[in-house]
């Protein structure tokens, strides 16, 4: 098993950044990529960026380039997810997630763990 622990979520202004991060422990090294989702209230869960485990290979969702950005620290066994010039609708929880799913997908099937999210909120 991989446990998966989001933190670094709150509120902020919008136009200011944010950076989350998530520590991943357990069968790690079971793990080839990892990824962001959000889900805003009423909505579904949407993906944000995913980043190979080994290497350095990237996906972000429309919405996030220019302003999101994924990295490790595998030595760590850390995810950060850096998001700047926050918007209102950036507002959700935001989950970790881990897949044994050879690929970099943002389909959130191909995930195997999750963490218990950490919530952001973007106020004007």
């Known amino acids: 098993q991989v446990q998966l622990v989001e933190s670094g979520g709150g509120l902020a202004q919008a136009g200011t950044s944010l950076n989350l991060s998530c520590v991943a422990s357990g069968f790690t090294f079971k793990i080839y990529s990892m990824g962001w989702f959000r889900q805003a209230p009423g909505k579904d869960r949407e993906f944000v960026a995913a980043?190979?485990?080994?290497?350095?290979?990237?996906k972000h969702a429309d919405f996030a380039k220019g302003r999101f950005t994924i990295s490790k620290d595998s030595a760590k066994n850390t995810l950060y997810l850096m998001m700047t010039n926050l918007e209102l609708d950036d507002t959700a929880v935001y989950y970790c997630a881990a897949s044994q799913t050879l690929g970099v997908s943002g389909d959130h099937r191909t995930f195997d763990y999750w963490g218990q999210g950490t919530q952001v909120t973007v106020s004007s």
């Open positions: 980043i190979t485990w080994i290497g350095r290979s990237t």
